[in-house]
Structure formats: C-alpha cells, structure tokens
C-alpha cells in the first residue's frame, strides 16, 4: 500500500503488463494504527536497510519476524506494508 | 556452467533487487536466449520489460571475458525474479552480468557494483587492482 497513488505508479505497472488497474482507498482507525507492532525503515543507514532486508525479506532468507506493519521508501513512493494478519483492521473503499 | 546472482543493494534508503539465474555452453558465436525463462515462480506472465537488460547483462559481461582472452558462449536465461516495484532495468542489467560472468567461470571478486547517474553500474577490477586485493594482509 502507498501513502498516495500517482499516475507514475499506474503507468510502471502498466508497463509491466497490468491491466484495468482500479485504486482502492484502505482505511484504520488512529488507535489501531497506534497500536500495530511497527518498523519505519525511513531514516536507517542503507546498510541498516540492506542488512534487514537481506535477512526478513523475501529478497534474502526471508525469515519470520514479528512486526505487523513496515514502512520503507522505493523509487515510487513510500511503501506501507501490512501484515495479513491485521487485514480485518481495514476497511476497503473505492 | 549453471550460475545464479541475487542482486539486493540499498542507496538513498531505496531497496533494489533481482535475481537472475543463467546457464552457459560453448558456441561459435554469443547468444543471448530466453525463451524458456521462469519468471517470478511463474506467478505472472513476463511481457518483455526486461529484455533490453538481459542483453546488455551479459554483453557486459562478455566484453569483459573477450578481453581476458574468452571464447563465444550461448548464454540462456533460465530465471529471473523480479519485483516492479524495487526491479528496475538497471538491478535485472547488474544481476545478469553477475551470474553470467560466474557462468564464465570467473570470480565475483572480479567485479564490484557502484551506484551513479542514478543506477547501478557493474565495474570491473583491472589485473593490478586484483593483485592488490589478494595481497595477504
């Protein structure tokens, strides 16, 4: 999930082959929000970012960790990354 | 020689990654395939996005083999991963020149990547440069 979507967003995925892309609106409430176990990788040295990335993500060993939700920059965009387990926090708009 | 590069390198805060797996044999001439490449597990159909940093990925690496006194070799992309998000042209051209040049039976020691002009950049180490890496300290 992002914080925004941009058209620059929709036109790499386009890019990459998707079609009928549609933008939906995801919602929580501020103390559920408070409340998830959280890592905000924005502002780590990039060997803080690689080495966590290299390890939890499923880019290296990808090995279980305990946070709910990580917020990471990309080229696009701020990432917002939830696990699946607090979905049900959510509510999906258009 | 079967050969595979996982690329994962962060600069300004932003992740890059892919990974990219080859196989190559002797042939009279260069040649670059992929028609039977596993992309992303197979989860999504590849469209072609990449294919321009495949090539120059292995031309990058086979310029440098060339130089060091290296014969023609088919090169075949077996598999690539990739995500658009963190995947850009320049990650998949750095993972493909990795694994090919290891395919060449080279070292990965002979080649390190710099982050310039906004990209990934594969530069090689010159002999003298090698000497002076393997000098026992």
Redesign the interface.
Known sequence: MWGEASPGQVRLLEGHGATGLRVMEATIGEAEYQGLRTLDLRGYTDEAVNAWMDVYSRYGQGLSHSYQHIIRPTDIGDEFYFSKDVFHLSRIGR | MPSQY?F????????Y?A?VAVESQLSSTWTVTWNKMIYNDSS??Y?G?YDTALETGVAVAAREHEQRGGVPQQVEIVELLAN???T?AHAVRCATALATWKALGHSESDMYVVFEEEEWRIKFLTSDEICINERPT
């Open positions: 996982g994962l390198r962060t600069h300004g805060g932003i992740t990654f990974r999504h159909p469209n996005y658009p998000v963190d850009p």
